[in-house]
């Protein structure tokens, strides 16, 4: 199953000491999201994480970057739709229908795409589950890997694999555990 961290929006000054540990942990991939960080605050932010990692990171935005940095792909969404006119790395999708995953799926463009929110989130006060078991079944049906966002945690993980997810993706249950010191113990609990 494939394990995916999203930052939280704002750029922390102990964040690339964070994904390192996440990544080094063995989780799959970290999302940059940021969406009101620079391009320059981002360059920073990529330069201060150990190179060796560079391939697991996937941007949000800023897509200018995959020029400068060997990244991990591109996560397309409602604030920046389409790659570059030369991109061709690695492509996932935020998805927040059912529609939007079997779209996805018929294009064979990405790796994989996100689907929220599955649960009520952590992060997001008021971002409520969306979705019955029988849309999760139908995303789930389709040929892409679907990436289970919002509200993971976990305790949520047995109903994740049950329902079919390819992979899960986490963000206020890692952003909490770190801004309290216990990020290391956090990320033990997924295993």
């Given at each position: 199953?494939?394990?995916?961290?999203?930052?939280?929006?704002?750029?922390?000054?102990n964040?690339?000491?964070?994904i390192?540990e996440?990544?080094?942990?063995g989780?799959?991939?970290?999302?940059?999201?940021?969406?009101?960080?620079?391009?320059?605050?981002?360059?920073?932010?990529?330069?201060?994480?150990?190179?060796?990692?560079?391939?697991?990171?996937?941007?949000?935005?800023?897509?200018?970057?995959?020029?400068?940095?060997?990244?991990?792909?591109?996560?397309?969404?409602?604030?920046?739709?389409?790659?570059?006119?030369?991109y061709?790395?690695r492509?996932?999708?935020?998805?927040?229908?059912?529609?939007?995953?079997?779209?996805a799926?018929?294009?064979?463009?990405?790796?994989?795409?996100?689907?929220?929110?599955?649960?009520?989130?952590?992060?997001?006060?008021?971002?409520?589950?969306?979705?019955?078991?029988?849309?999760?079944?139908?995303?789930?049906?389709?040929?892409?890997?679907?990436?289970?966002?919002?509200?993971?945690?976990?305790?949520?993980?047995?109903?994740?694999?049950?329902?079919?997810?390819?992979?899960?993706?986490?963000?206020?249950?890692?952003?909490?555990?770190a801004?309290?010191?216990?990020?290391?113990?956090?990320?033990?609990?997924?295993?």
């Open positions: 199953m494939l394990r995916i961290a999203i930052t939280p929006p704002d750029i922390s000054i964040e690339p000491a964070i390192a996440i990544l080094d942990y989780w799959d991939m970290v999302h940059l999201r940021h969406p009101n960080a620079s391009t320059a605050d981002m360059r920073r932010l990529i330069e201060a994480i150990p190179q060796r990692l560079h391939s697991r990171l996937r941007l949000h935005g800023h897509f200018t970057l995959t020029d400068e940095f060997n990244l991990g792909g591109l996560h397309l969404n409602s604030r920046c739709p389409m790659p570059p006119a030369n061709s790395g492509l996932s999708l935020t998805c927040h229908s059912v529609d939007e995953v079997i779209a799926s018929e294009t064979a463009r990405y790796d994989y795409v996100t689907l929220s929110p599955i649960f009520d989130s952590i992060s997001k006060e008021g971002y409520t589950a969306a979705f019955t078991d029988a849309e999760i079944t139908r995303a789930n049906s389709t040929v892409i890997k679907v990436v289970a966002l919002g509200g993971v945690s976990p305790q949520r993980l047995p109903k994740i694999a049950e329902a079919g997810f390819g992979g899960y993706a986490v963000l206020g249950y890692l952003a909490d555990a801004a309290r010191g216990r990020l290391k113990e956090a990320l033990g609990e997924f295993d």
